[in-house]
């Protein structure tokens, strides 16, 4: 879930990255638009000079009206741009002749730019269209705070009008949620003419954005430095849109922070939640299982194997044993023990049996297995490594006795006064792999049988040796 | 068994605390990004409540930028109001505003002539009552005659922002070299542009209007009758209109004024004439490149027959700020125009470009930093000095129709395109036309 979570986020973030470029082509081109309607619209303010000769014809350096005529034909100029000039915020608009006279509104700014004189000729180099014998230009002389435009009226005058840099602020929209935009007019050899943060005025554009945008042309492009695009106006500047990568993608980013840390909250729900199931759930099942399974292998009042456990793990450790050694299999009876139910009830009966069974564990600490048989029948079977016959013989004679010891000191107190509890005992020893369980058994019940016969409250013990049980 | 099972349980329940906690934290966590984002959209949606208001002025690049930054630290204090902004230079700036208050269309906020008080609003109604709008200007900074040139029929129509006279400047430099004094009298003008015209250079250069001023006065000296009674109803006659007519020529004649030199300002910049005469509010614009040009620029006294006089001449507020009557946002245009009259930050950036401002906050402003001085200072002092002898002007003496028909009929006299009589038949008839 984790991968594919991690995926989707990668990859989410490339189509937003992809549809971001786009978005922010499409946001420049619109401003490109909107540049190019005003620059075109201060164009056709200067077409307007052209609506009469006597605006645009005349020549003061060629002229031959007398001082009256000449003041008059200057006051229809002037009364042509103070008409048409105040359409728009100009920070110029007049007209320059040859001669460097000037009619209108030549700010002293821009006077002060040619106090030596080469006004016309400086701007008659701003003409760029031949056709149309027009251009725009920036850093005339050193100025960088206007944008101007040039409009040939005559051989011997020129339009020349101006706008500030920056009041181009008004037409520029920076688009929003794009993160930190900024939008950047650039004339062709990429030096800024107006950014929106109002820095880098006259400066080269950043050359890492240039590395997007080019140097020429429409482009849109990102990197993991900068979002970019640009669109080129009709006189050939370049509106650029550019923003930090990681200003873009911000949202994008926080967003995906939050996915992760969404994914990481619903992992350690779920591995809290399936904790929690399996404390709950599992873990008690497998713990009542253990416990019937433990249940079902044991004798519920004195703790010892059952008849069927006992007996199938003797089984299968005469049937596994290929050691040398001996096994030996005891059967334990308490003798009349049916004289005790019926004397002094169950209750009686059942602690009697705890006590002995509790008595043939503890002696028989080295058995294999040590259960409950029969109602008052006991039985232990151990295998003892590397001895022989008579060794184990011994070690069994020292068993019964041992056993036969600790009963008769355990209900030998005043609680058992007219209660004699006594048992019998039959042991037999054999040789690893030379009689069969059932053979060991019945040697075994046998020799109880013996012990019985012979009075109870015994032990006898009888060993399987050179084929017969002695 | 059962002991062990109750110690995991127990281990476990400690376990799923710990990560019960760091899921609180974490959905804190997200609850907090996501209050960011909230905020955030906040935050747009005031930018889009902005309300949207304009100003329009008229001046040189110097006032543009330095308005424009002044709008910039507006809207910063201001984040609620957008400003957009019309300007452009006096002579178009006028017709532009014409053309806008007869469509109706001006600006919220308007920099503003005071003959426009009289044009566009001759009952009071024509701009916005700022005595509305008190609670957000403060017009206790104003003195009671600040408040009366700004008052028409009860209704406060403008402030003033500083006030204004014609004065005289010279290039000192020149003067000296031709060994002559400042001239004091029209007779020291004659005397000082014989002297000059032998060197090519003029004694005086003066736009249209401030020669229309000149000519007031001398008519007012010489004869003791102002040109306009208090009404600004015209008591003079063609005879009278003559004589102004003639005395212009002969002036012209005898080189105290270039009539058709160029821009007056680039003729003092250039050394082409030895004075100009000009607006206090313009001293700097003027007389500044003199100054860098290496050259000394006296401010000398308003010509008189006998001496300097204040009779004839007038003062009045250099520039106003008044508010549309049809604005929607009179609350917004207020606190626009109570920042460019009052803000300290702002009248530092104003400095004194429009004169010595007449606001109280704002002239303290530029004493306490020291920007009380320079040229327009100066002028506005030599002024003050002589207020008791100055009278108010009366917008129809700088009606622009009335300048306008001087400059004509002075031209075609001038230039032989009509005799005396008839430029002075011609002036009479379009100054009755222009008052009404």
């Known amino acids: 879930m984790v991968v594919a979570c991690a995926f989707l986020i990668v990859r989410s973030e490339q189509v937003l990255q992809g549809d971001m470029a786009r978005l922010m082509g499409t946001d420049t081109e619109q401003i490109e638009l909107n540049v190019s309607n005003y620059l075109t619209t201060l164009e056709g303010t200067a077409q307007l000079m052209f609506t009469d000769e006597n605006y645009y014809a005349y020549d003061p350096v060629t002229s031959d009206l007398d001082a009256y005529g000449k003041i008059q034909a200057e006051n229809a100029v002037r009364n042509r741009i103070i008409d048409i000039g105040s359409t728009e915020n100009f920070s110029d608009f007049g007209v320059v002749y040859a001669d460097d006279e000037h009619l209108g509104w030549i700010s002293q700014t ?361 | 068994m059962a002991l062990n099972a109750n110690k995991a349980v127990s281990h476990t329940m400690r376990l799923a605390a710990v990560i019960l906690a760091a899921v609180i934290v974490c959905l804190a966590i997200l609850l907090v990004r996501a209050a960011q984002s909230d905020s955030a959209r906040q935050v747009d949606a005031s930018v889009a409540e902005q309300t949207d208001i304009s100003y329009s002025w008229w001046g040189n690049d110097a006032r543009h930028h330095y308005t424009a930054n002044g709008i910039k630290d507006f809207t910063e204090k201001n984040p609620d109001i957008n400003v957009s902004l019309s300007y452009g230079v006096w002579d178009g700036y006028e017709r532009r505003y014409a053309s806008m208050m007869r469509a109706h269309d001006e600006c919220d906020v308007m920099q503003i002539n005071y003959a426009w008080l009289a044009t566009y609003s001759p009952d009071g109604s024509g701009y916005y009552d700022l005595n509305e709008l008190s609670d957000t200007i403060d017009l206790s900074q104003f003195s009671e005659r600040d408040l009366a040139f700004g008052t028409r029929n009860g209704a406060l129509n403008a402030l003033p922002i500083a006030y204004n006279m014609p004065v005289f400047y010279y290039n000192k430099s020149i003067l000296d070299q031709y060994g002559l004094s400042v001239p004091r009298t029209w007779n020291d003008l004659f005397s000082c542009a014989r002297v000059l015209r032998a060197h090519g250079v003029s004694m005086l250069c003066m736009n249209d209007k401030q020669l229309w001023m000149t000519m007031l006065a001398w008519y007012e000296q010489t004869t003791g009758t102002a040109v306009f009674d208090e009404n600004g109803a015209c008591q003079i006659g063609e005879a009278d209109f003559e004589s102004m007519l003639s005395m212009c020529a002969r002036m012209a004649a005898e080189g105290v004024i270039d009539l058709d030199a160029g821009s007056p300002a680039q003729q003092f910049a250039n050394g082409k004439t030895a004075g100009v005469a000009i607006w206090t509010s313009d001293a700097s614009r003027y007389c500044q490149p003199v100054v860098d040009a290496g050259q000394t620029v006296v401010l000398g006294a308003n010509p008189g027959v006998d001496g300097p006089s204040a009779t004839g001449w007038y003062m009045k507020p250099a520039t106003m700020l008044a508010i549309s009557k049809n604005t929607a946002h009179p609350e917004e245009a207020a606190r626009l125009v109570n920042y460019l009259l009052n803000d300290p930050g702002y009248a530092l950036l104003q400095g004194t470009e429009k004169g010595v401002p007449v606001s109280g906050t704002a002239y303290r402003a530029l004493a306490d930093n020291g920007k009380l001085s320079g040229f327009e200072e100066e002028a506005t002092e030599q002024m003050h000095r002589n207020m008791d002898g100055l009278k108010a002007m009366l917008p129809a003496m700088e009606d622009t129709k009335t300048v306008n028909a001087f400059k004509d009929c002075l031209r075609k006299y001038q230039y032989g395109r009509a005799d005396l009589s008839q430029s002075a038949q011609e002036l009479y008839t379009a100054v009755q036309e222009s008052i009404g």
């Not at chain 1, 009697?352 to 029948?377: F, M, N, P, Q």
Request: glycine content about 10%; some cysteine; proline content about 2%.
């Open chain 1, 110 to 470: 821009t006077l002060g730019l040619f106090s030596n004189g080469g006004m016309y000729s400086e701007f008659a180099g701003c003409i760029t269209d031949s056709a149309r014998q027009s251009g725009w230009a920036f850093n005339v002389r050193g100025n960088t705070d206007r944008l101007w435009y040039v409009k040939r009226l005559n051989d011997d005058a020129l339009l020349v009008m101006s706008v500030y840099a920056s009041s181009l602020g008004e037409i520029f929209a920076v688009p929003e949620g794009l993160g930190d935009v900024t939008v950047s007019l650039v004339d062709g050899s990429n030096t800024v003419l107006f950014t929106s943060n109002g820095t880098d005025v006259g400066a080269p554009l950043d050359a890492s954005v240039v590395a997007l945008v080019g140097t020429s042309g429409n482009a849109s492009s990102y990197n993991d430095q900068y979002f970019a695009a640009s669109s080129t106006i009709d006189n050939g500047w370049r509106v650029v849109v550019a923003a930090p990568t990681a200003s873009v993608m911000e949202q994008s980013t926080s967003m995906r922070n939050v996915l992760l840390l969404f994914l990481a909250f619903m992992v350690a729900l779920f591995m809290l939640v399936s904790g929690l199931v399996y404390l709950r759930l599992a873990r008690p099942v497998d713990t009542l299982v253990d416990d019937l399974a433990d249940r079902a292998k044991s004798d519920q009042l004195t703790g010892l194997l059952n008849k069927v456990t006992y007996e199938t793990i003797a089984r299968q450790s005469l049937a596994r044993e290929e050691a040398a050694g001996c096994f030996g299999y005891l059967i334990l009876d308490i003798d009349r023990f049916k004289d005790v139910n019926d004397r002094f009830g169950h209750a009686r009966g059942d602690e009697v049996l705890k006590r002995v069974g509790a008595i043939l564990k503890e002696c028989c600490v080295h058995a294999s297995a040590t259960g409950r048989v029969g109602g008052d029948e006991f039985s232990s079977f151990a295998f003892i490594e590397g001895a022989d016959e008579e060794e184990t013989a011994a070690f069994g004679r020292e068993l019964i006795d041992r056993i036969a010891e600790e009963i008769h000191r355990e209900f030998s107190g005043p609680e058992w006064e007219g209660l004699p509890i006594t048992v019998s005992m039959g042991e037999a020893i054999a040789p690893a792999g030379s009689v069969t369980f059932q053979e060991l058994y019945e040697a075994a019940d046998a020799a109880l049988y013996e012990s019985k016969h012979r009075g109870r409250d015994r032990g006898t013990v009888t060993v399987y040796k050179e084929g017969l049980w002695r």
